[in-house]
């Protein structure tokens, strides 16, 4: 037994450890659809921008190609750049507004500091980037080094964590009452 910074004194058996809150991770399908809900909405508004501004932009002329004859490189680098960017906006933009794209909120997950409260932009970003331009080396690499937070690589790089939302009986049996500040 050892004592904390309070004089409590603390086991060091795990087995025994209290813990003072509790988050809950999102699951890896929760974020995969919550991806491909946001992926959707964006390419749709991708597409009409490239259209409205006579740019040649289809989803599958751009991305990462992996050729025998001419190595690894992107296809279309102006396309993806542009894309990608708009994607990293948007996910900036409502994750550091909320913690929620639309498609974190159709399945109610959120993204969050490591303690459960609200991300800051700077964090914000680092996760985004790795989502918005690096999406499939983020994942391998966060799967084989997985955590027990669920992180991809950016998530763990910028102190960040996907939790869901637990809704409260309180909440199923509609007993709160709102009322208006005049």
């Not at 959707?40 to 740019?55: E, G, K, P, T, Y």
């Not at 990608?84 to 409502?94: A, R």
């Given at each position: 037994?050892?004592?904390?910074?309070?004089?409590?004194?603390?086991?060091?058996?795990?087995?025994?450890?209290?813990?003072?809150r509790e988050i809950?991770?999102?699951?890896?399908?929760?974020?995969?659809?919550?991806?491909?809900?946001?992926?959707?909405?964006?390419?749709?508004?991708?597409?009409?921008?490239?259209?409205?501004?006579?740019?040649?932009?289809?989803?599958?002329?751009?991305?990462?190609?992996?050729?025998?004859?001419?190595?690894?490189?992107?296809?279309?680098?102006?396309?993806?750049?542009?894309?990608?960017?708009?994607?990293?906006?948007?996910?900036?933009?409502?994750?550091?507004?909320?913690?929620?794209?639309?498609?974190?909120?159709?399945?109610?997950?959120?993204?969050?500091?490591?303690?459960?409260?609200?991300?800051?932009?700077?964090?914000?970003?680092?996760?985004?980037?790795?989502?918005?331009?690096?999406?499939?080396?983020?994942?391998?690499?966060?799967?084989?080094?997985?955590?027990?937070?669920?992180?991809?690589?950016?998530?763990?790089?910028?102190?960040?964590?996907?939790?869901?939302?637990?809704?409260?009986?309180?909440?199923?049996?509609?007993?709160?009452?709102?009322?208006?500040?005049?």
């Open positions: 037994m050892s004592d904390n910074k309070n004089g409590d004194s603390i086991s060091s058996n795990n087995s025994e450890q209290k813990y003072s809950v991770l999102a699951k890896w399908e929760d974020r995969f659809v919550a991806w491909l809900i946001d992926f959707v909405i964006i390419s749709i508004i991708i597409n009409v921008l490239f259209f409205i501004f006579s740019a040649e932009y289809s989803f599958p002329s751009w991305g990462i190609y992996i050729d025998g004859e001419n190595g690894v490189g992107i296809k279309q680098p102006y396309e993806y750049i542009i894309a990608s960017s708009i994607f990293f906006l948007y996910w900036v933009v409502l994750e550091f507004l909320s913690g929620q794209t639309i498609g974190k909120r159709v399945v109610h997950i959120k993204t969050t500091n490591l303690f459960g409260e609200r991300a800051n932009i700077m964090n914000i970003a680092i996760e985004t980037f790795g989502k918005s331009f690096l999406l499939p080396i983020d994942i391998v690499l966060g799967l084989i080094f997985s955590s027990k937070r669920r992180q991809r690589i950016f998530n763990k790089v910028s102190g960040t964590i996907v939790t869901k939302l637990k809704k409260t009986e309180d909440d199923e049996n509609d007993s709160i009452k709102y009322i208006k500040d005049y």
